[in-house]
T-cell receptor
């Protein structure tokens, strides 16, 4: 059974800092991995999707990497801004099913 | 462009009452999902529908029923609400399949349900 872990649960940084969020998974036989953002009281917004054949994906100031052999993905945020404050979740399909297994998220606070 | 719309946004129920959460998407997506989100438990899949006319159980289906009314709409019904069903419920949709990926998954803004 796939398990997804995100550490730390919360992170506070000053504005302008580059930062890395971590996502670990137990089963390396994954099809894809997605990163989402959730603002308080809102739904999830898809940020990046990495297919199992890819090593990284980029969108603006965000860069997600995938290392299946070590069971890790990282989300790199460059030049963080207060507007980046949110909870970031990673998710992986449970092997052979439509069920997405979510990590519990990292709550990011970017201080002005 | 509404995306995924859920109603109601907030609801308080008494134990034993029934209610239906409605979800509609205007993106012509084939796949639709219902998740619940609880503190410390994260997001868990309740039911999903890979296409109109089909539904399948997810991780936590007990106490719920679903209907894929048409391609746009996917409803979640609580037949006899219990305090353990107090949660935030999210509907989601995508054009393809979660497993094969490659398509953005869109979430609704959530429905906050309290069962007293």
């Amino acid at each position: 059974k796939q398990e997804v872990t995100q550490i730390p649960a919360a992170l506070s940084v000053p504005e302008g800092e580059n930062l890395v969020l971590n996502c670990s998974f137990t089963d390396s036989a994954i099809y894809n991995l997605q990163w989402f953002r959730q603002d308080p009281g809102k739904g999830l917004t898809s940020l990046l999707l990495i297919q199992s054949s890819q090593r990284e994906q980029t969108s603006g100031r965000l860069n997600a990497s995938l290392d299946k052999s070590s069971g890790r993905s990282t989300l790199y945020i460059a030049a963080s801004q207060p507007g980046d404050s949110a909870t970031y979740l990673c998710a992986i399909p449970q092997g052979g099913s439509e069920k997405l297994v979510f990590g519990k998220g990292t709550k990011l606070t970017v201080n002005p | 462009n509404a995306g995924v719309t859920q109603t109601p946004k907030f609801q308080v129920l008494k134990t034993g009452q029934s209610m239906t959460l409605q979800c509609a998407q205007d993106m012509n997506h084939n796949s639709m999902y219902w998740y619940r989100q609880d503190p410390g438990m994260g997001l868990r899949l309740i039911y999903y529908s890979a296409s109109e006319g089909t539904t399948d159980k997810g991780e936590v289906p007990n106490g719920y029923n679903v209907s894929r009314l048409n391609k746009r709409e996917f409803s979640l019904r609580l037949e006899s609400a219990a305090p353990s069903q107090t949660s935030v419920y999210f509907c989601a949709s995508t054009s393809g399949r979660v497993l094969t990926g490659g398509n953005t998954i869109y979430f609704g803004e959530g429905s906050w349900l309290t069962v007293v």
